[in-house]
């Protein structure tokens, strides 16, 4: 049974960090483009940062510069550290997978995660 099991967030102040986890069990972890989404209250699902392998991270405009997501193949586990935080960053994230990143990118994914809430206060 695939699971996607996110953790980390919390709440901060504006200019803060805070760095997600996503533990995965059930799939071949490292054969799979892994990703992190997030949801506003009434705004859609948007992706955030997206990785292949070890390499070639993709991120959104909106947090480039300060998230970095990185993998830990030999634990299943996927991160997602966030450095200089704002309010609009608020959300729920998601951790999610795919064998294909471009299903990843459009935000179709196989397995979705079921999100850490992260607020940011000004």
């Known amino acids: 049974q695939v699971q996607l099991v996110e953790s980390g967030g919390g709440s901060v102040q504006a200019g803060g960090s805070l760095r997600l986890s996503c533990a995965a069990s059930?799939?071949?972890?490292?054969?799979?483009?892994m990703g992190w989404f997030r949801q506003a209250p009434g705004k859609e699902r948007e992706v955030v940062a997206v990785?292949?392998?070890?390499?070639?991270?993709i991120y959104a405009n909106s947090v480039k510069g300060r998230f970095t997501i990185s993998r830990d193949n030999a634990k299943n586990t996927l991160f997602l550290q966030m450095n200089s935080l704002k309010p609009e960053d608020t959300a729920m994230y998601y951790c999610?997978?795919?064998?294909?990143?471009?299903?990843?990118?459009?935000?179709?994914?196989?397995?979705w995660g079921q999100g850490t809430q992260v607020t940011v206060s000004s």
């Open positions: 990785i292949e392998g070890d390499y070639r991270p």
């Open positions: 059930g799939f071949a972890h490292n054969n799979y483009c």
């Open positions: 999610a997978a795919d064998s294909v990143l471009v299903n990843l990118w459009r935000g179709s994914p196989d397995y």
